[in-house]
Antibody, heavy 121, light 106 residues
Framework: EVQLVESGGGFVQPGGSLRLSCAAS????????MNWVRQAPGKGLEWISH????????YYADSVKGRFTISRDNDKNSLYLVMKSLRAEDTAIYYC??????????????WGQGALVTVSP | SYELTQALSVSVALGQTARIMCGGN??????VHWYQQKPGQAPVLVIY???NRPSGIPERFSGSNSGNTATLTISRAQGGDEAVYYC?????????FGGGTKLTVL
């Protein structure tokens, strides 16, 4: 069974930093591109970052570029997101998700349960 | 940038057919994916590439896509289908989500 388990969420003051982790199991982690998607309270879904299976191709949404860093450790079957210079608008549930593609399109095959990040004074 | 438009809410009587639409400019030329999100839970993929169901998704869920509208159809709607449904496309190397439609089963 595919499992993605996020951890590392919590309360942080504006300007602070936080590191999220996503532990993967039930599939060959090193074969898959992974993403982070977030959801602000009561709002819709927002893609924020993407890392390919080798960790060499990385993309960020403009809203987090320069502040967030995605990485992965295939030996540990883990995905990470380091978040710096956090703002109130970064408050959200952060999901890690498996990325799949076909026929020139891509989608999120499976999602973790999410980690809540709250940025507040 | 590409935009997807969804109605805020849709209601359907128990056992009837619900249709949730996703609008976009010439969306029929793209592949559309659909996610179901129940309260307090993570999203779940229910349709990918317009019409394909992942394993474990009931046959009651189906999709179509043509012109400027993609449609998620839920036949014989059940109380357990109450959720927010999001459409998503991949456009110019960008992920685009619709705003989500809340489905209420009456």
């Amino acid at each position: 069974e595919v499992q993605l388990v996020e951890s590392g969420g919590g309360f942080v003051q504006p300007g602070g930093s936080l590191r999220l982790s996503c532990a993967a199991s039930g599939f060959i982690f090193s074969d898959y591109t992974m993403n982070w998607v977030r959801q602000a309270p009561g709002k819709g879904l927002e893609w924020i970052s993407h890392i390919d299976y080798r960790g060499t191709t990385i993309y960020y949404a403009d809203s987090v570029k320069g502040r967030f860093t995605i990485s992965r450790d295939n030996d540990k079957n883990s995905l990470y997101l380091v978040m710096k210079s956090l703002r109130a608008e970064d408050t959200a549930i952060y999901y890690c998700a498996i990325w799949d593609c076909g026929s020139n399109s891509c989608w999120f095959e499976h999602w973790g349960q999410g980690a809540l990040v709250t940025v507040s004074p | 940038s590409y935009e997807l438009t969804q109605a805020l809410s849709v209601s359907v009587a128990l056992g009837q057919t619900a249709r949730i639409m996703c609008g976009g400019n010439n969306i029929g030329s793209k592949n559309v994916h659909w996610y179901q999100q129940k309260p307090g839970q993570a999203p779940v993929l229910v349709i990918y590439r317009d019409t394909n169901r992942p394993s474990g998704i009931p046959e009651r869920f189906s999709g179509s896509n043509s012109g400027n509208t993609a449609t998620l159809t839920i036949s014989r709607a059940q109380g357990g289908d109450e959720a927010v449904y999001y459409c998503q496309v991949w456009d110019s190397n960008n992920v685009v989500f619709g705003g989500g439609t809340k489905l209420t089963v009456l």
